[in-house]
């Protein structure tokens, strides 16, 4: 193993040095919850009969002592996920496995989970950012009633399980592990997926066709295969090491799954303080962690989602990190996945390839992961370069792969796809973003052209249905999509119709203030455009016929005469509040008020810690 790369431990030290004071205030808060021992042990005896007076004779007797440690079970199970509907079985599993390791488990809420695989380009997919808080309050409200000593997190996709990781970080003296379910099995290829995608696009194959092309793809349970956030989220736990070892890409429905089920409930007995091994989430997730977790993303390629959840999760922990934390570490940290939409293959061909377990391995060896850290197995991530087996029925542990398996999708970081991992901000005139270049051939990364501006993605493919982009270079300017304008929603259905005047011959761009995830695809995007256009932000200001230039290669986002851009009125507007109702999303105008900025996480909560918090602790 090198020592840590030069970078890696610049950005370590100086995000430190910056989360010193807010870091040590959540510590402290964590420390006093931690010194007071197991909460139920505090409770009234109305209290505690409550929470035990549903419970079979067995559990009474544990749950009126201190000595079994009581696990709380929070889970985002629902049908209509596929991703989410294993979960429906796991709570007896969970806690059948607790009481054999000598524990006892509850269900303690549930949290909402939608899915923005449905909901993209619907009314519904405005509450998909928002609905990380309101999962994150929720956890809280689940873990608020202090009859537990450690909590397993059942969840997946998308906002799901940034939203658990939030809440529970605000129980930082609680034992937690996260409980995946696993990908579906392989389905229809991902190219073919897109191809199928692009030509309903261009109108040459009807719904019919487009239909059995997505059903074939997306055909069981099981997270989807290709690598957007869910699975984003799935790498990122096991790297922070909220997940049992080489337990993200294991499919549903096997032994395997089920032992390892079984494990993450002995596991969490095992780190509490009654199971000897101690191990609060405020002590896994520090600013190591958090470092590691942002490498692991640019080394896959993950999904551009996180550069808002990682900021959100780290401030949670009273870690302060930023866009620019993250745009040097993709300076230094090579590109070594190629997981559909960066590439053909997908998650279950990664996993085959050598999956995580490898790539923690050769991250390690090149000095770009923090080997010591805490995990929920331990001290040391060196533990995750395991691989979990059955050997006659019993789940073990063994070393995983020293190379990788297939080349073509997961490569050592002395031989990579790219010196770089493919993420970089970008200043300018017109705010600053960030843009995911992974999947974006260099010839596509640097485009000056003509803007066309939309206040909503529904315009800008009504123009490209009438054939008014064709023949032209242009940037697309979709503004009035950040999280104060309307809940920032992602706009995966630009990405075939660029895609198809690409495929032309025409020089395209995308800016906007919304959000692509990993769906920006092959076309250049910068996204995440701070000031918003809803707070007075530069592109509210934007005409059609503006130069626009953006440069993926030199970190540009600039506009011709931009020094006389703020002398402008703005040109249009984010929907009112009379626009911004039905399917609930009336019920969201609080968070449309006081959402945070993309750069600070599109949160509703604060940034930083309360200055009376930071009070509290003395500077050391």
């Known amino acids: 193993m090198n020592p840590t790369h030069p970078a890696v431990a610049d950005v370590t030290a100086r995000l430190t040095r910056r989360s010193r004071q807010t870091r040590a205030a959540y510590l402290a808060r964590t420390q006093v919850a931690a010194e007071s021992g197991p909460a139920r042990g505090r409770l009234a005896c109305a209290n505690l009969a409550h929470g035990f007076a549903a419970s079979d004779a067995p559990a009474k007797a544990a749950l009126r002592g201190r000595t079994k440690p009581n696990l709380a079970i929070v889970t985002s199970y629902n049908d209509m996920l596929s991703a989410h509907q294993p979960f429906g079985e796991y709570p007896p599993v969970l806690k059948r496995a607790a009481v054999r390791a000598g524990g006892i488990a509850q269900v303690a809420g549930a949290v909402p989970a939608m899915c923005d695989g449905i909901t993209q380009g619907r009314d519904g997919m405005e509450l998909s950012l928002y609905s990380r808080d309101v999962i994150a309050m929720s956890t809280a409200i689940a873990l608020s009633h202090d009859m537990f000593d450690g909590a397993l997190l059942l969840g997946v996709c998308d906002k799901i399980v940034p939203g658990l990781l939030i809440g529970a970080l605000s129980f930082g003296h609680l034992p937690t592990v996260f409980v995946p379910a696993g990908p579906m099995a392989s389905g229809l290829p991902n190219g073919e997926k897109a191809r199928i995608r692009q030509l309903y696009a261009e109108g040459k194959v009807g719904r019919d066709e487009l239909l059995e092309a997505e059903a074939a793809s997306y055909h069981s349970r099981g997270t989807c295969t290709f690598y957007g956030t869910a699975n984003s989220n799935q790498l990122l736990m096991e790297v922070l090491g909220l997940h049992l070892p080489g337990s993200s890409f294991v499919n549903p429905d096997t032994p395997l799954r089920e032992a390892l089920t079984d494990a993450a409930a002995a596991r969490a007995v095992a780190i509490t303080r009654q199971g000897g091994e101690p191990t609060p989430i405020a002590e896994v997730v520090d600013e190591k962690a958090v470092v590691n977790a942002c490498v692991a993303l640019l080394a896959s390629g993950g999904s551009t989602n996180h550069t808002l959840h990682l900021v959100a999760i780290a401030r949670a922990a009273g870690i302060q990190l930023t866009w620019q934390d993250l745009s040097d570490l993709s300076a230094v940290v090579p590109l070594l996945c190629r997981i559909y939409p960066n590439g053909p293959a997908d998650v ?21 992961l ?24 019993v789940l073990t542990w063994e070393e995983g792969p020293k190379q990788s398996l297939d080349l073509d999708v997961l490569r050592p970081a002395d031989a990579p796809f790219a010196p770089d991992g493919g993420l970089k901000v970008l200043g300018g005139p017109l705010g600053t973003a960030v843009v995911k270049t992974s999947a974006v051939r260099p010839e596509h990364r640097v485009v000056t052209a003509p803007a066309l501006v939309f206040d909503g993605q529904a315009d800008f493919l009504a123009a490209f249905s009438e054939g008014r982009l064709d023949g032209r270079d242009l940037v697309a300017v979709i503004r009035y999509q ?22 032309r011959g025409q020089r395209v761009a995308i800016v906007t203030d919304g959000r692509m995830s990993g769906a920006s695809g092959k076309v250049t995007a910068a996204i995440h455009v701070t000031p918003e256009a809803a707070l007075g932000g530069p592109l509210s200001r934007l005409r059609d016929g503006d130069v626009i230039t953006v440069d993926a290669d030199a970190g540009v986002l600039d506009v011709a005469g931009g020094d006389a851009l703020h002398e402008r009125e703005a040109t249009g507007r984010p929907p009112s509040a009379e626009e911004f109702v039905g399917t609930g999303r009336e019920l969201f105008a609080a968070f449309r008020a006081t959402v945070g900025p993309a750069d600070q996480g599109a949160s509703i909560f604060p940034s930083h810690l309360s200055t009376e918090e930071v009070a509290l602790v003395q500077p050391v």
Do not use: C, W
């Not at 279950?348 to 770009?368: K, M, P, Q, S």
């Not at 950040?482 to 495929?503: C, F, I, R, S, Y």
């Open 348 to 368: 279950n061909h990664f996993h085959a390839a050598g999956g995580i377990a490898f790539l923690v391995h050769t991250l390690l060896r090149a000095g770009l």
């Open 370 to 393: 923090h080997e010591d850290v805490t995990t929920v197995m331990g001290r040391g991530l060196s533990t995750y370069t395991r691989e979990p087996v059955l050997r006659g029925g």
């Open 482 to 503: 950040g999280p104060a304008a309307n809940g920032m929603p992602e706009l995966h259905k630009l990405t075939p119709a660029l895609g198809v005047l690409q495929d």
